[in-house]
Every structure is written in C-alpha cells, then in structure tokens.
C-alpha cells in the first residue's frame, strides 16, 4: 500500500514501498521530498538499531525540530531501515488514497 508523510499541508514523503517497525513506517530516502528535510545534530540510540540522527522538517517557514529520524549505519538486525526515514512530532502517515 502507498504511504504518505504529510506536514503543515505538504507531501514530505510518499512511496509504496515502506519498511514497518514498531508500528512506525520507514520510507526510502529517495522518496523524501528533499527542499523540506534539513540534518539536526540531534542522536539517540536503539539497542538493537543503532545509532539515530534526525532531520528537522521546514515547510513555510515553519520548522519542526527532529521531526524525521533514519539509522545511517544500523545493527545487523535492523539493516532493513538502513537509507529508510521515519517521522514523528505532529507529522501524519497516511495510505495515498485516504
């Protein structure tokens, strides 16, 4: 099923070929719509994934801080989200045709 990321009224990523995890979908890196998606110096870490870094999202001028996370060099059991983005903080996914 085609997802979408949607904020303040913008499509930030859409593809039909998302990765799920602990109920959050991960999309491609190359279905972000890229002028929206700025790097954070914000990291966290999973025990089993990895790493964490974050994009702040801007649409309008208006940004919201770390809204998007993606691992840039998961652990072995999560090499399925590696070059995969996911989103939080207010950003709504959603199937396409909703």
């Not at 979408?4 to 593809?15: D, F, I, P, T």
């Amino acid at each position: 099923m085609a997802m979408r990321a949607v904020w303040n009224g913008q499509v930030l990523a859409e593809s039909d070929d998302t990765v799920v995890v602990e109920g959050n979908h991960y999309f491609p890196a190359e279905s972000l719509n890229g002028e929206f998606f700025s790097a954070s110096e914000t990291h966290s870490v999973c025990p089993w994934k990895g790493l964490a870094s974050y994009y702040t999202v801007t649409v309008d001028g208006e940004a919201n801080s770390d809204a998007a996370w993606y691992y840039p060099q998961p652990k072995a059991e999560a090499e399925h989200v590696r070059d995969h983005v996911a989103f939080w903080r207010g950003v709504k996914v959603e199937p396409v045709d909703a």
